[in-house]
């Protein structure tokens, strides 16, 4: 079963835009929750990563939101670019060698 | 700095052949770890090694094997390949929680 559910499995945004990405996870055990960005043909790279005992980070346009008694989280990215076109995934790991569960994965498409 | 470090890059094979990828992991990195990724979906667990030990396994047959080395470089080797094996394996390594993934091996399964 799927551990780490992610939504939604596309979107469009116009340059200039906002564009969020939701995560919701069921295993209460999670405790890091890292987002990456993958392009065609390479390996995914990570953007930003949150704990639970944090309710936000920010780090350039992206922002990680989490709401840990809705047991989800969010990426918000900010003044979209199309630069930023890419899939994007949500992941969740439980301790410090914890294997990462991932979300199915969002393709952003940012038109100009 | 390099990164984590994957060879070959792209692979073909035909069914029932065996095949082995290997991965550099960054400076310093002790845990390497191995992922599948089919077309168009997110990346599925299959080893974690530290200091050359198992530490995980996914969901994956017995045709699926990993070994750490001393240097904590690590290879993966699948036998008896089949079609369903054809995906992007990640190498990645990890400092604590933080996972960096490598480009990965498209392996062709034929």
């Known amino acids: 079963q799927q551990q780490v559910k992610q939504s939604p499995q596309s979107l469009i945004v116009q340059k200039g835009g906002i564009s969020i990405i939701n995560c919701a996870y069921e295993?209460?055990?999670?405790?890091?929750f890292p987002w990456y960005q993958q392009f065609p043909g390479k390996g995914p790279a990570l953007l930003i990563a949150i704990r639970p005992d944090v309710s936000e980070k920010k780090e350039g346009r992206f922002t990680i939101s989490f709401n840990k008694s809705a047991k989800q989280f969010s990426l918000h990215i900010m003044d979209s670019q199309p630069g930023d076109s890419a899939t994007y995934f949500c992941?969740?790991?439980?301790?410090?060698?914890?294997?990462?569960?991932f979300g199915a994965g969002t393709q952003v498409v940012v038109t100009p | 700095d390099a990164g984590v470090t994957q060879s070959p890059t792209h692979l073909i094979k035909t069914r029932g052949q065996q095949v082995t990828l290997r991965c550099s992991p960054i400076?310093?990195?002790?845990?390497v770890s191995w992922y599948q990724q089919v077309l168009g979906q997110g990346p599925q667990f299959i080893f974690q090694y530290y200091e050359k030990e198992e530490r995980g396994r996914g969901n994956f047959p017995d045709r699926f094997s990993a070994r750490q080395f001393p240097n904590y470089s690590s290879e993966l080797n699948v036998n008896a390949l089949l079609l369903g094996d054809s995906a992007l394996y990640l190498c990645?390594?990890?400092?604590?929680?933080?996972?960096?993934f490598g480009q990965g091996t498209r392996l062709t399964v034929v």
């Open positions: 295993n209460t055990a999670f405790d890091y």
């Open positions: 400076s310093g990195h002790k845990s």
């Open positions: 992941a969740a790991s439980t301790g410090s060698w914890g294997k990462l569960q």
């Open positions: 990645a390594s990890s400092l604590g929680a933080a996972t960096f």
